[in-house]
């Protein structure tokens, strides 16, 4: 099995499993071992459903303004660990491929692996999402076709994801590509970069 589908598989597995509770406060007992990339891709999936599930939640007309505000700053946070744990994944790559010689013509690609795997995660939340829309008894038949539409287009996307991922994967391997690990530098999260947090001395 390739990289990506493999990926993807557990993408769609963990997704399944936070929905057995279908609550943003479950713990997530994670099924691969510690330490391994497959612990860490299933990681990834559970911060990106607990966020997609708090995103919902904050758009509530009626939620009340200080709850609004603690899940925005709970949503910070999440942005911030999916952030570091992309960049852990990219340092996996890194290592695996640093052995790799280089060709003279390699060419660095647009987007890291690691944020591919991020659009991927992503996806397997979407297309989990969307098959529920589509199978809904209490929504129109109109609803449902739009939805299936949107379903069948999300699972080509899948498809083309997948392949693009292994492709590149594939790339670095052969040393037709190389890779840089940049790290995010988000400003507003640091007191020493974020304006308002250092003018107020908080």
């Not at 299936?148 to 994801?161: T, Y």
């Amino acid at each position: 099995m390739s990289f990506a589908l493999n990926a993807f598989n557990i993408f769609a597995d963990t997704t399944a499993a936070y929905h057995t509770t279908d609550n943003v406060d479950s713990p997530f007992a994670n099924p691969h071992p510690a330490g391994s990339v497959e612990h860490l891709l299933a990681e990834k999936n559970w911060v990106d459903a607990v966020q997609w599930h708090l995103e919902d939640i904050i758009r509530d007309p009626a939620i009340d303004p200080v709850e609004a505000l603690a899940l925005k700053r709970r949503i910070d946070r999440s942005n911030q660990v999916r952030t570091d744990m992309v960049e852990d994944l990219d340092s996996y790559f890194r290592d695996r491929y640093a052995t790799v010689t280089t060709a003279p013509d390699a060419t660095i690609n647009t987007e890291s692996p690691a944020w591919a795997l991020d659009r991927l995660s992503i996806l397997a939340l979407k297309i989990y999402h969307m098959a529920i829309e589509a199978a809904r008894t209490d929504a129109s038949e109109e609803h449902r076709a739009r939805c299936a539409a949107k379903l069948a287009v999300l699972e080509e996307q899948r498809a083309d994801l997948i392949a693009a991922i292994d492709t590149l994967l594939d790339d670095f391997a052969a040393g037709r590509k190389y890779m840089k690990v940049y790290r995010q530098m988000k400003m507003y999260n640091d007191p020493a970069t974020n304006p308002v947090l250092y003018s107020s001395g908080k």
